[in-house]
């Protein structure tokens, strides 16, 4: 059997850098329009200090390079001629755009190479620090695996609960008794999923559908205005998944809590309770109850290990002490 073609790996263009960094980034296009569908292939940054000294063998195309003080003031020391000689062999390697921060002069022979070899020239008043960490969140958020998931994300008691299950089980109504408790909803019914950082999960709610919620009955409702901006967020890191199942026997849902079941999204192993739907049932109790347990064996506390130890001992030890009449004073009055 022939293998199933890869996937093809994000890219970014430059011109969607500086339309979408405008705010965080505050970039303003210098030169290089022509080339701003140029793509940016990969998430870190490079600094072409050590490509300006003659070594110009790391040279990425595909990443952003940042002109910031130390390059600047090297070039500003040489005249208009040695500058280009200097830059020429960078732009040789097809870079995909350059920025320059810190609001610094930037040499005429580097607005020209830009608009010659039609790169991206890009300009932020912010400190190198600064523009490159805010610029690493953003090609992070561009570059991380994402999926598209059906159920309803909630920040319970801070813990990122993604509720799944059938259409129709009670999973938004499961979220909105959560909101009434003073929980908050993140997304219903669309959950956009992103793998940061090769291990943790965020999931929000498509800008279309933010806020809302659809219950069956009374149709699709505001969240926010009908509890305030508090009872809801724009993303949270997903950290349990909560399985809605139809069923009465509870089928193979677990029944003393021993075995931490896992599913995975985007390679990530999240933990996963499965909880059977009947009549009478508060799943909101049971959803919250479930996120408070986490927390607790975040903590090293896991009440079903407990008591299987207990019980593990009892059974190699006769003398293990078990009070055969336990009475408390009180009984007695």
């Known amino acids: 059997m022939s293998e199933p073609p890869a996937k093809p790996k994000p890219t970014v263009p ?19 329009e022509a080339g701003l569908d140029g793509q940016i292939t990969h998430q870190r940054i490079q600094k072409p200090g050590l490509a300006m000294a003659g070594y110009t063998g790391f040279i990425h195309p595909g990443r952003v390079q940042v002109f910031g003080q ?13 500058r280009r000689s200097v830059l020429e062999p960078i732009f040789d390697h097809d870079i995909t755009c350059i920025a320059v921060t810190k609001g610094l002069t930037v040499p005429p022979e580097l607005i020209e190479l830009c608009e010659e070899r039609d790169v991206p020239l890009l300009f932020s008043p912010l400190m190198s620090s600064i523009f490159i960490d805010r610029l690493n969140h953003l090609l992070d958020a561009h570059f991380a695996p994402k999926s598209t998931v059906h159920g309803v994300l909630l920040d319970v008691l801070g813990v990122g609960v993604l509720i799944r ?14 909101v009434m408790r003073g929980h908050r909803l993140v997304s219903d019914d669309i959950v956009e999923v992103q ?13 279309l559908v933010r806020n809302h919620m659809e219950v069956r009955g009374l149709g699709i409702i505001n969240i926010a205005h009908l509890f305030g901006v508090g009872a809801t967020r724009q993303r949270k890191r997903l950290e349990m998944v909560v399985d809605l199942q139809h069923g009465h026997s509870g089928g193979d849902c677990e029944r003393l809590g021993l075995d931490q079941e896992f599913t995975e999204l985007l390679g990530v192993e999240i933990p996963v309770v499965r909880i059977p739907v009947v009549p009478g049932r508060s799943l909101a109790n049971i959803v919250e109850v479930a996120a408070r347990s986490l927390l607790l064996r975040l903590k090293g506390l896991h009440p079903a290990a407990e008591i299987e130890e207990r019980l593990q001992a009892a059974i190699a030890n006769p003398q293990f002490p078990v009070d055969r009449f336990d009475v408390d004073e009180g009984d007695l009055e």
């Open 14 to 32: 430059a011109r969607e850098l500086l339309e979408g960094g405008k705010e965080l980034l505050e970039l303003e296009l210098l030169a290089g």
């Open 70 to 82: 130390s390059e600047i003031t090297y070039l500003t020391e040489m005249d208009s001629a040695e």
């Open 165 to 178: 299950g059938p259409s129709g089980i009670g999973k938004s109504e499961c979220a909105l008794d959560l």
């Open 195 to 207: 793998c940061r950082h090769g291990e943790v999960l965020v999931g929000r709610g498509p800008k």
